[in-house]
């Protein structure tokens, strides 16, 4: 037992230190020790069945993608290829100006583009073409691209020539 006496004649009395199995350092300060509460088995599974519901729904949606990609023909998987990628350039310059953007739409379209080379990757397996003309084909194909603008800014480009053409209507009738 230890005790400390103050100044006044009362005494305070401290119970003895249980004996740690952890070996003594230079800390001099409190430790706080199983105070936390610990998670029981109980908790930690009903967490897990929740998650477990909603990858069940994540994988019908990929199923589901994969088979709207598959119902496409070559010509178009390679033309929404491109406009993903416009689309992800364009994310990424409103991510560099600091515009308004949802940061989960970068995963989602890179997703979505590499389903796609999938899909077209496995056609070429198919058709019996082997990875190394493969290869020759996409850089002759990434030769040929014509760039052209997103459909996204596309739409902007439209909303400004709207506004524009407000503007000039409104400055052109003149008030009485």
């Known amino acids: 037992m230890l005790s400390l006496s103050i100044a006044s004649t009362a005494t305070v009395t401290f119970p003895p230190k249980p004996k ?3 070996p003594k350092a230079s800390f001099t300060g409190v430790r706080i020790q199983h105070l936390c509460p610990q998670r029981l088995p109980s908790q930690t599974t009903s967490f897990r069945k929740s998650s477990a519901s909603s990858s069940v729904v994540m994988m019908e949606k990929k199923e589901e993608e994969l088979k709207e990609i598959r119902a496409k023909t070559t010509e178009e998987i390679n033309d929404e ?10 994310l990424r310059l409103q991510k560099s100006v600091r515009n308004e953007f949802k940061p989960s739409e970068f995963r989602r379209m890179r997703k979505r583009i590499a389903r796609m080379l999938t899909v077209k990757r496995e056609r070429e397996i198919e058709e019996g073409i082997n990875k190394r003309l493969s290869r020759k084909l996409d850089r002759q194909w990434k030769k040929s691209i014509v760039v052209k603008p997103p459909p996204s800014l596309k739409k902007f480009r439209e909303q400004e020539a709207a506004e524009e053409a407000e503007k000039s209507a409104a400055l052109a009738t003149p008030v009485t």
């Open 81 to 90: 290829v491109v406009e993903l990628k416009g689309e992800l350039f364009m």
């Open 20 to 22: 740690s199995s952890i």
